[in-house]
């Protein structure tokens, strides 16, 4: 009788929070959508980055690259971080032209602690205070998980895609409470909805997700502010099919890049990158940029079964007896789809060597 009872109560709690839902849910999206389009149209930027300081990592390419563009249109002060010497030079070479009255160029290794530890105090040092910390930097896998025969080969993954979230924020979290400053993380669409063989690729972001979901409410009352940056398909180094292998090697690997992404359109990363910071700039939780991923994100909360079913028959399903030759590759086959879908810039394997 008492195991019946205890069910019943479960059954009707569970009700009751359904009906909750369904009354407050619609609301709630008409009023988060209202603001949405009230601030698109009437709000400046609440917060003011002219003069500011903004540490970037992974900023020698794609995301990063143009995020420290746009950044420096508005007028910040940078501090770039990359392994690339070479090329995160020319970055903010590029960056002084565009705008920003002062650019540090600090090369280091965002998986390793240390690495972590000197650039943001060299950030300091130089400039003296810390605005913005932007975590980008990170790696992409590809592969079913059963293909792999070492999973020891992706700890280097999960160094930099989610450790390298923590280690800096870890070390620049005093300085950004003295000036009230932001976190911005740049995570993926991964860490939302379901993407076949991606793994640990998809592991490592949603760790990231979860680590800033917990911290934004741990440092509520220390004046730091949160915004997670959801990237869809954006032009960068990752979408160009420059992947961590099965081997546990890097290499561009534009077959396997086309088996997973397909048709899927990609957004050129100037545009995302405009798009992402004046968003950062209005003080956003969540940045989905392509804005229609959101909606992809309703999809699993509402009809996981129906994204599980798509994602495994884009991205499982064969057409032949490659592990490529998956229907997402086939689509892209179409004449004339890849024009449609993928910038110049995708085309080629070429990458920055230094």
């Known amino acids: 009788m008492a195991a019946m009872t205890t069910q019943l109560a479960s059954t009707l709690a569970g ?42 990592t992974g900023a020698s390419s794609g995301i990063g690259e143009h995020l420290a563009y746009e950044y420096a249109r508005k007028g910040a002060y940078l501090a770039l971080v990359a392994r690339r010497e070479e090329s995160l030079r020319e970055v ?23 690495d972590c530890r000197k650039f943001v105090d060299d950030t300091i040092r130089y400039f003296g205070r810390l605005d913005h910390l932007v975590n980008n930097a990170s790696i992409w896998q590809v592969g079913k998980f059963e293909e792999v025969t070492d999973v020891n080969n992706f700890r280097k993954l999960m ?7 923590v280690y800096p924020t870890r070390h ?23 993407v076949a063989r991606n793994t640990f690729y998809n592991a490592s972001k949603a760790a990231a997700l979860n680590f ?12 730091i502010a949160i915004t997670e940056i959801i990237p869809g398909v954006v032009e960068s180094e ?8 099965k081997e546990g090697d890097m290499r561009v690997d534009q077959d396997e890049r086309d088996a997973i992404l397909g048709a899927a359109p990609a957004e050129r ?5 405009r798009a992402a910071v004046r968003e950062v700039c209005r003080g956003e ?26 994602s495994r028959l884009l991205t499982v399903r064969r057409l032949g007896p490659a592990t490529t030759d998956t229907v997402a590759r086939w689509l892209l086959a179409v004449p004339g789809q890849r024009r449609l879908a993928q910038p110049p810039s995708l085309w080629s394997p070429e990458i920055k060597a230094r």
């Open 15 to 56: 009700v009751a929070l359904r009906v909750a839902l369904a009354l407050f849910l619609p609301a709630y999206r008409v009023y988060k959508l209202t603001a949405s389009v009230l601030g698109a149209l009437l709000a400046e930027d609440d917060d003011d980055v002219a003069g500011k300081v903004v540490l970037i």
């Open 92 to 114: 903010g070479d590029a960056a002084l032209a565009v705008g920003s009255p002062g650019v540090l160029v600090v090369p280091g290794d965002v998986s390793n602690t240390d």
């Open 159 to 165: 160094d930099i895609n989610f450790w390298s979230h």
């Open 172 to 194: 620049a979290i005093p300085h950004l409470k003295k000036t009230h400053g932001r976190i911005v993380g740049v995570t993926s669409n991964s860490s939302y909805i379901f």
């Open 212 to 223: 800033y979901d917990t911290l934004r409410m741990e440092l509520a009352g220390d004046g």
């Open 238 to 245: 990752i979408t160009k099919g420059k992947m961590l292998t």
């Open 269 to 273: 990363a100037g545009e995302f990158a």
């Open 285 to 310: 939780r969540y940045v989905f940029e392509p804005r229609w991923y959101r909606a992809v994100y309703q999809l699993r909360v509402c009809f996981p079964e129906a994204l599980e079913w798509c």
